[in-house]
């Protein structure tokens, strides 16, 4: 703080959208394509892209497969589409787009040999990067999940909606949605109430009224079925009969998914990432196996941020890892505690590079990202999400690193 400004409370808003959203359906598609796809051949190249629209789904990008049974995986492009859609929850015609029969248009091709030439290890070249870029990993000790917590709670919303909506506690929803969470912040920058919640969710007639609105009954569901066990468990001590809730405020959400409003791989990075807290390198994750860092080096970036919280070093900290094109080591390393860390940041980015390896090569060893894990990454963020296979979420260098600082 500098000059006279005056600490004060503020409000932050972060969103989350779900899983049935145009967008996180095209993400999913191209995630479900290389899980399928490096379960058979781990070193596959692949840079995936699908649109979805009414009727339809287009799946592009590169892709090179190194054995026959991955040739064939790539061959069977369209039933894994399918596959995906139909997990995702379309599966009724009604909607104007589902599993059974919406077409599915692929067009796939080998990757560029000028930059697999970068990529790819030999005798006399390390693993490069697969594209020049910048990426940042954040953590903050809001949640136990280390997660900022507007965030932490609009992922958990969708997800929640998600679970009622596939064991049919709520029959009239459908699988689009989004969820937006205010917090206020204190002085210390610390969540104090929770302010403002909104859900926007797909649903059926039967949820509509004699005004062609949804009616009250049903708004009332997803408060009490929907935002208030989420709230209770993941912000304990903050449900309040003040939080200002809007419940799909345009009126009504009958018609959505792809028929309602294309989608595209990649429009989600901040959903994906920490909702606008701390900073975004552009780079988007879904469809890209790990020889991209835009995916790895995030994903590492997250790792070593949230250690470093984790170690009690700071109560929020940001890493920037910063790659050239065909070459490993990364050209830079940033970190950055916002003032609340209690060791000097440029030895904190000596000791990262000490303690972990940061090469392409290195990343995807360390965090065994060579497995078919990626389409649950796809829904309900990235990041934050303490499951099996999301080995970025780990706090096992805790102690290397405080030992390494002399601590």
Known sequence: MSGNAIASSYLFTSESVSMGHPDK??????????????ALDPNVRAAIETLATTGLVVVAGEVTVHNDRAQQALN??????????KDIGYDDPAASFDYR????????????GDIAQ?????????????????????????????????IHLSHRLVERLAEVRQAGAIKWLRPDAKSQTTIEYDADNKPSRIDTIVISTQHTEDAVGSDGNMTK????????????????SEAPGMW??????????????????????????????IVDTYGGRGRHGGGAFSGKDPSKVDRSAAYMARHIAKQIVAAGLADETEVQLAYAIGVAEPVSVNVNMFGTGSVCEYKMAKVIRDVFDLTPRGIISYLDLLKPIYFETARHGHFGREEPGLTWENTNKVDEIRKALGL
């Open 118 to 150: 970068g990529v790819n290890e030999t005798s006399s070249h390390q693993q490069g990067a697969g594209d020049q870029g910048l990426m940042f990993g954040y953590a903050c000790n809001e949640t136990k999940q280390l997660m900022p917590l507007p």
């Open 76 to 85: 069977d492009v369209e039933k894994t589409v399918r596959n995906a859609i």
């Open 240 to 269: 309040s009969d003040k939080i200002k809730f809007h419940i799909n405020p345009t009126g009504r959400f009958v018609i959505g998914g792809p028929h309602g409003d294309s989608g595209l791989t990649g429009r989600k990075i």
């Open 217 to 232: 009954e049903a708004r009332q569901v997803i408060i009490d079925e929907v935002i208030k066990p989420v709230v209770e």
């Open 101 to 112: 029969s919406c077409a599915v248009m692929r067009t796939l091709h080998a990757q560029s």
């Open 25 to 38: 359906v095209c993400d999913q598609i191209s995630d479900a394509v290389l899980d399928s796809l490096i």
